[in-house]
């Protein structure tokens, strides 16, 4: 009988377990959470290299407001914002949501806001992007909830809308006001 050589049998056993490993990783619990760091701890500065003229500014002290607050990463350049921008309007009349625009331009910035609408109580002009990445944010819209003492209680990676929105985020809001946060 030949005898099979074992760089023979290596590639498929390779190929197979790396299948099972796969496999495995799409049935994992909480496999569509993008974890943070800052969860259960206190929100990170928000720094701001200039204001955009027009708006209100974001204080740190607005991220411990006494109550459920939201904060939001946006650019005017980013469709998935443009996208969730009726929702925020929709949640601003029931919750205080802090903008945070980055990589953006103050021109393009204000222009969106006075044509779109501001659903923000502060907003925060970051061109740079430095506070984004104070926060660990990958790419716009990201949306954080933060709880009356402005701990980070979720972070929520992508627009605010669909069933995604529905059965994750507004789940997460609602245990941070059952909680009296």
């Given at each position: 009988?030949?005898?099979?050589?074992?760089?023979?049998?290596?590639?498929?056993?390779?190929?197979?377990?790396?299948?099972?490993?796969?496999?495995?990783?799409?049935?994992?619990?909480?496999?569509?959470?993008?974890?943070?760091?800052?969860?259960?701890?206190?929100?990170?500065?928000?720094?701001?290299?200039a204001?955009?003229?027009?708006?209100?500014?974001?204080?740190?002290?607005?991220?411990?407001?006494g109550?459920?607050?939201?904060?939001?990463?946006?650019?005017?350049?980013?469709?998935?914002?443009?996208?969730?921008?009726?929702?925020?309007?929709?949640?601003?009349?029931?919750?205080?949501?802090?903008?945070?625009?980055?990589?953006?331009?103050?021109?393009?910035?204000?222009?969106?806001?006075?044509?779109?609408?501001?659903?923000?109580?502060?907003?925060?002009?970051?061109?740079?992007?430095?506070t984004a990445?104070?926060w660990?944010?990958?790419?716009?819209?990201?949306?954080?909830?933060?709880?009356?003492?402005?701990?980070?209680?979720?972070?929520?990676?992508?627009?605010?809308?669909?069933?995604?929105?529905?059965?994750?985020?507004?789940?997460?809001?609602?245990?941070?006001?059952?909680?009296?946060?």
């Amino acid at each position: 009988m030949a005898k099979i050589p074992p760089l023979m049998i290596a590639p498929p056993a390779i190929f197979l377990g790396l299948a099972v490993l796969f496999y495995m990783g799409m049935f994992r619990e909480g496999k569509d959470e993008l974890e943070s760091v800052f969860i259960g701890g206190p929100a990170p500065q928000i720094e701001t290299a200039a204001e955009l003229p027009g708006f209100a500014a974001v204080t740190q002290a607005d991220l411990a407001r006494g109550e459920v607050t939201l904060v939001n990463f946006w650019a005017s350049w980013c469709p998935p914002c443009r996208a969730e921008h009726p929702k925020l309007l929709e949640l601003a009349q029931d919750y205080p949501i802090i903008g945070v625009n980055f990589k953006d331009t103050a021109r393009a910035a204000t222009k969106y806001l006075n044509d779109d609408g501001n659903p923000f109580v502060g907003v925060a002009f970051d061109p740079k992007g430095r506070t984004a990445i104070d926060w660990g944010v990958t790419a716009p819209p990201e949306t954080f909830i933060l709880d009356k003492d402005g701990t980070v209680l979720y972070r929520f990676a992508g627009p605010l809308v669909g069933s995604d929105f529905e059965q994750r985020f507004l789940r997460e809001l609602n245990k941070a006001l059952a909680a009296g946060n």
